[in-house]
């Protein structure tokens, strides 16, 4: 079983940055693959960056450049950095762990961008 708690959410102006944190309990965080998932009102919710055990991340098309995901496994936390952020990218922002066969949820945290 693992439990995921996220922060740093909030209210940002289009331009800004903001810092998600995810902290991991419960099971050996470093054999996980680490994820942020967004879903906006009325969309699907959307990988927008993972991390491998061993490091390699993957990022959706229109956060690369923009978007920073890391881990500290002596911490048990992923880390989101989100630097330029837009009004698109306002929605709720999951934590995701997953090793076969088992994939946990945090409870997300609001990211509003908006002048």
């Known amino acids: 079983q693992v439990q995921l708690v996220e922060s740093g959410g909030g209210l940002v102006q289009p331009g800004g940055s903001l810092r998600l944190s995810c902290a991991a309990s419960?099971?050996?965080?470093?054999?996980?693959?680490m994820g942020w998932y967004r879903q906006a009102p009325g969309k699907q919710r959307e990988l927008v960056a993972d991390?491998?055990?061993?490091?390699?991340?993957n990022y959706a098309d229109s956060v690369k450049g923009r978007f920073t995901i890391s881990r500290d496994n002596a911490k048990n936390t992923v880390y989101l950095q989100m630097n330029s952020l837009k009004p698109e990218d306002t929605a709720v922002y999951y934590c995701?762990?997953?090793?076969?066969?088992?994939?946990?949820w945090g409870q997300g945290t609001q990211v509003t961008v908006s002048s």
């Open positions: 419960g099971s050996i965080f470093s054999l996980y693959t």
């Open positions: 995701n762990a997953k090793r076969f066969p088992w994939n946990y």
């Open positions: 991390i491998v055990s061993g490091g390699s991340t």
